[in-house]
């Protein structure tokens, strides 16, 4: 557990001392447009994907 949570705790707390609130800002940026890359690919193009 330790090996698989740690270089994301480790740079998560490397980001925060370094970039404070802008670190914070892209992170969330980041994730709502991963989220939404999956909703769109998931919802409206269904028929590109093929698994």
Request: hydrophobic fraction near 55%.
């Given at each position: 557990m330790i090996q698989s949570c740690l270089p994301f705790v480790l740079?998560?707390?490397?980001?925060i001392?370094?970039?404070?609130a802008s670190f914070l800002t892209?992170?969330?940026f980041f994730a709502f447009l991963?989220?939404?890359w999956?909703?769109?690919?998931?919802?409206?193009?269904?028929?590109?994907?093929h698994v």
């Open positions: 740079l998560f707390f490397i980001g001392t370094f970039g404070g892209f992170l969330v991963v989220v939404g999956f909703f769109c690919g998931t919802n409206y193009f269904k028929n590109l994907i």
